[in-house]
């Protein structure tokens, strides 16, 4: 019947649709559809937020982003929500919750590892505690390092992956690292 459906649409010949195909397209449509809502509410519980405006901030586009950063940031995002049952139960046996974010100013995107125990508090105080596998655009110095550790001007302007972990005193690592001095 679904590849009657899709021939008939004149897109696509009937030999070209094979039974293996069908049979693999509803269960993966099932398996995402069953994702998407297991994040959303597993977020919408977490923040306090209803399934619906969380579909809303994933989806929209917002000004200024290309056409092309959009669909791959709602494609990546889709990529996280497939794995996110384990990303999540993994997180889970560290004591942490996990999110995407998308950073559209900053073209880049990225999963948030949280502490559970912190959920209550305000975004100020759980980004002081959390783990950031980021892939966004940030500007960091490259020339002579100082007597403090750190790179000093000129900067150039990258969009390179990198981990934030504040309570570490990591940020743009490795890319934003500091001397390490003998002891």
Do not use: C
């Not at 919408?44 to 669909?71: A, C, N």
Request: charged share 20%.
């Amino acid at each position: 019947m679904i590849a009657a459906l899709v021939a008939s649409t004149g897109f696509v010949q009937p030999s070209m649709i094979s039974t293996s195909t069908l049979s693999l397209a509803v269960p993966t449509a099932s398996y995402v559809a069953f994702t998407n809502i297991l994040y959303l509410a597993r977020r919408s519980y977490l923040r306090d937020m209803t399934k619906r405006q969380l579909w809303k901030i994933r989806t929209t586009r917002e000004t200024g982003v290309t056409f092309q950063l959009y669909i791959i940031t709602i494609l990546t995002w889709q990529a996280f929500v497939t794995i996110f049952p384990l990303v999540e139960l993994v997180a889970k046996m560290f004591g942490h919750v996990s999110f995407f974010y998308s950073y559209p100013n900053a073209s880049g995107l990225g999963i948030i590892l949280e502490p559970r125990n912190i959920q209550h508090l305000k975004q100020s105080k759980r980004a002081k505690q959390q783990i950031r596998f980021d892939w966004h655009r940030f500007n960091f110095n490259i020339g002579d390092r100082g007597r403090d550790g750190y790179r000093h001007p000129p900067s150039i302007e990258r969009n390179l992956p990198h981990i934030d972990m504040p309570q570490r005193g990591l940020k743009h690592w490795p890319w934003r690292r500091r001397k390490l001095s003998p002891k």
